[in-house]
């Protein structure tokens, strides 16, 4: 009995302490389940909720991104205010770094929450302290037997873990957190948001296909079942998978069943906007338009509502729809008074449907009228600017539509918007520079073609006006004067003549405080917060009588003046002709200076117009327009060549024009060549081979072998017939005949130099040696006492070497042919000169 009973409480001992035994026994109930959720894990939920509610809650919409987010949360904080920096805001195709959030500090090794965290540092963002609550309640109450996990909990806990590195930007270790659900709690029913969430990692990855995969075996596999939850979020991370993958059809119609799944107000709202910003990128604007109509509906918001009517004025079609009732429908909201700080934008959006109707005098009145309107939104009222800019560079007044563009910068705060005005704003003052140049220029070179008679006749039709200009500017002061005097009495509180005390940032009380000095400039501080204040009320205005009546538009009128060469300042002579007509040029010099002036300004203009706009058109028009007004031959073949290649591709017809010109003026330059043979690119440039070839040939030359010269120049020429260095051989060979076949040979060849190729550096060349070498100066030689002892012509005295050198062709290196062709010119026209002196002596 004694050995039985020795028997059982041995093996009784032994399932006591069978750690694996009593692992199972105290750990997989649901005391651990319980002590998992409420310890650690509780705290790390809070954490994660109270980070994405405070990006809900900070989360300020770009209206003009291309596309904006569904989820609020989906911002770095870090990045918010400067969206021009954040590349899930500008391009939509990147993914969002989302680098934590909100910092919480620990006393005492204690966070936020009241858990320990003892590892984690000082000043840890909350995501950091979800992260590592998360893996706290892991290590601490995993379960794992088999590999498999019997903790239920401890599925939350990796996808807090998950989702807390996802919105680090740490997309690799959210999906290794992912992994271990997938690997030892594969039968979880909550596995489907798993996946959901290892997409959604792998689209910020760039890893769209793979993402695809994840949400296509969700929804095709029939073992999966997906609940109302999982459909929510999964169709809108599968459309913003689409999206950045660039397939914005299929993007638009999964957002389509994301509008039907989710029952969320603003959720909804968001889902309709972001699918009407897709649809009008791919020009269905009626589609568009009902999905802002739906945007609109369900907004939770004013700011939402607004941009959602803006947005529905865009697709606004001219042919298709009707212009009445879409005027009428916005009428009908800006009566609303809950939009009455916001008539500024819906001003704006009916000066959109009007400009679509091409109504432009409608849409300029609504632009105008949404300035007048107080300010909601700084980037609305920049757009405003931008849009009456664009009707005065279209009727090409670009110094007034370069101010417009100019203020609708110093309000605008979408940054890519911004920086795309700024290039356009520098372009347009360049165009202008000139555009005035030319129409300056022209002005001056009219009125000195005139004769006096003409002259006078012209300036005083000029001077009536500018009596009559006069005569109602001072009616309209005196009105003024009368009707709203320096001081009207009126101080009421609205008055802009009251001393309203209450007031601090009147500009009356700019920092003083009470007991401080009365007097406004003891305060340095004052002056440039004035100066601010003055500014924004009355705008840059001109010291003048009476500036406070003045229209602002006036400093646009003294720009343009300024341009003209047109003084601001009334002059006491300026009633009279004569005050004009002496200012006339008359000397040749001083026109011919206006005319090369107005032709380099009219070819930039002409190249401004291709390069800076787009504009073929014009820039043909500007430039034919040149080549009738005969400039210097330099800017004439220019302005030919631009034409050619503007045209080659857009217009064959007008770059045919351009061909037949060049051809026909300037059949032996580089250009001609081209334009024969527009695809080679090149100019019909020398190649390598030929320089060096024409290097050798001169070298030959320099060191008196000029037979073995002429023979290299001869196969050069033989080989390569259309190389734009033939007319430097035959000259280099020409100089070769004059050394050994004698003058009379040279001259042959230089006058055949100037027959094929007159227009050509190298003819022009040929032309002034032709003259030195035919000159009828006459050789005096002289004895000791000066007297003259023989005379001969010129003709029979035979240049030196060092002459012939110096006039010979400048010997460029490969790849700049002809750099010093005017410089050998000159030379040779001084060594002419110094020749006769040394033959008088």
């Known amino acids: 009995m004694r050995k039985y009973l020795l028997i059982i409480l041995a093996v009784i001992s032994i399932i006591a302490c069978n750690p694996r035994h009593k692992k199972k026994k105290t750990k997989s109930g649901p005391v651990n389940r319980f002590m998992t959720y409420y310890n650690t894990l ?110 239920k909990k401890i599925f939350d806990a990796y996808i807090l873990l998950a989702k807390a590195r996802m919105y680090q930007g740490k997309y690799l270790e959210s999906l290794d957190a992912l992994g271990y659900i997938f690997n030892n709690m594969s039968k979880d029913k909550r596995l489907p948001l798993a996946r959901i969430y290892q997409a959604v990692n792998y689209t910020k990855l760039k890893e769209y296909y793979r993402a695809d995969e994840v949400y296509r075996d969700l929804e095709e596999n029939p073992k999966i079942k997906l609940t109302k939850e999982h459909k929510r979020i999964l169709k809108v991370y599968q459309a913003d998978n689409f999206l950045k993958w660039g397939k914005k059809e299929l993007a638009a119609e999964v957002l389509e069943d994301a509008f039907a799944y989710n029952k969320n107000r603003k959720t909804k709202s968001r889902i309709a906007f972001l699918r009407g910003q897709i649809l009008s990128n791919l020009n269905r604007k009626s589609e568009a338009r009902e999905s802002f109509a739906a945007a609109y509906k369900y907004a939770n918001s004013y700011e939402f509502e607004v941009k959602s009517q803006i947005e529905i004025a865009k697709t606004f079609d001219g042919k298709a729809d009707s212009y009445e009732e879409a005027m009428a429908y916005l009428a009908k909201i800006a009566k609303k008074g809950t939009y009455a700080s916001r008539k500024n934008e819906l001003y704006y959006a009916s000066g959109l449907i009007a400009t679509s109707a091409t109504k432009d005098s409608i ?195 003294e720009m343009k003046n300024e341009a003209l060469g047109l003084a601001n300042a009334p002059d006491p002579r300026r009633l009279e002709p004569e005050f004009y007509i002496e200012k006339i040029p008359t000397s040749k010099v001083e026109l011919d200076k206006l005319k090369k002036d107005r032709d380099t300004a009219s070819l930039g203009m002409g190249s401004m117009y291709e390069t800076y706009f787009g504009n073929t058109k014009l820039a043909t028009k500007t430039l034919f327009d040149l080549v009738e007004n005969k400039p210097d031959e330099e800017t004439d073949l220019l302005a030919l060549y631009n034409i050619f290649v503007f045209n080659y591709e857009k217009n064959p017809s007008e770059a045919e024009k351009a061909k037949a010109l060049i051809l026909e003026k300037y059949p032996y330059t580089s250009y001609a060549e ?142 700049k042919p002809g750099a010093n062709d005017s410089q050998a010119t000159q030379q040779a026209t001084m060594n002419q000169q110094q020749r006769q002196e040394k033959i008088k002596k």
Do not use: C
């Not at 911004?418 to 202008?432: C, D, P």
């Not at 003409?454 to 200009?469: P, V």
């Not at 405080?513 to 001109?542: L, V």
């Open 674 to 815: 081209f334009v024969k043979n527009p695809k080679s690119k090149d100019f019909n440039k020398t190649t390598a081979d030929v320089e060096k070839l024409y290097a050798d040939a001169y070298k030959l030359y320099e060191t008196g072998k000029f037979a073995e010269s002429s023979a290299i120049i001869d196969k050069a020429i033989a080989d390569n017939p259309k190389d734009a260095l033939v007319p430097k051989f035959y000259l280099l060979n020409a100089y070769n005949a004059g050394k050994t076949a004698g003058k009379e040979i040279m001259i042959l060849q230089l006058e055949q130099i100037v027959l094929n190729y007159k227009k050509t550096p190298e003819g022009k060349k040929a032309q002034d040696l032709l003259k030195f070498l035919k000159s009828d100066a006459k050789l005096e030689m002289t004895d000791e006492n000066g007297n003259t002892i023989s005379q001969k012509p010129i003709e029979s005295v035979q240049p030196s070497e060092e002459e012939m050198k110096a006039s010979a062709p400048v010997n460029f290196g490969p790849g």
């Open 42 to 151: 509780f705290n790390s939920k809070e954490a994660f909720n109270a980070e994405m509610e405070s990006r809900d809650k900070a989360h300020v919409d770009n209206f003009y991104d291309p596309y904006i987010s569904v989820y609020t949360t989906e911002d770095d904080l870090d990045l918010q205010g400067n969206t021009s920096g954040n590349p899930s805001m500008n391009d939509p195709g990147a993914p969002s770094p989302l680098r934590g959030g909100r910092s919480a500090t620990f006393n005492n090794g204690n966070d936020m929450t009241g858990g320990n965290n003892n590892g984690n540092k000082k000043g840890a963002s909350i995501l950091q302290i979800t992260e590592a609550k998360a893996s706290k309640a892991i290590s601490k109450y995993s379960v794992l037997v088999n590999g498999v996990e019997k903790n």
């Open 363 to 557: 849409a300029d009145s609504f632009f105008r009228k949404a300035l007048k309107e107080k300010q909601s939104d700084p980037q609305i009222r920049g757009l405003t600017y931008a849009e009456i800019a664009k009707k005065y560079f279209a009727k090409d007044d670009y110094l007034t539509a370069g101010v417009y563009y100019d203020s609708a910068l110093a309000v605008m705060t979408y940054q890519p918007e911004k920086e795309r005005l700024t290039g356009l704003t520098a372009n347009i003052k360049k165009l202008s520079k000139n555009y005035y140049i030319v129409k300056k220029n022209d002005s001056i070179l009219n009125l000195s073609k005139m004769s006096l008679d003409e002259q006078k006749a012209y300036f005083a039709t000029y001077i009536e006006k500018i009596k009559s200009k006069e005569a109602a500017d001072e009616l309209e002061k005196r009105k003024a004067e009368r009707s709203k005097g320096f001081d009207n009495s009126d101080y009421s509180a609205n008055s802009i003549f009251a001393n309203n005390s209450s007031d601090s940032n009147s500009f009356q009380n700019f920092g003083i405080t009470s007991g401080g000095s009365t007097f406004y400039f003891a305060n340095s501080s004052n002056i440039p917060r004035g100066e601010t204040s003055f500014k924004q009320t009355w705008g840059n205005r001109t010291l003048m009588d009476n500036w406070r009546y003045s229209a602002k538009t006036t400093t646009i009128e």
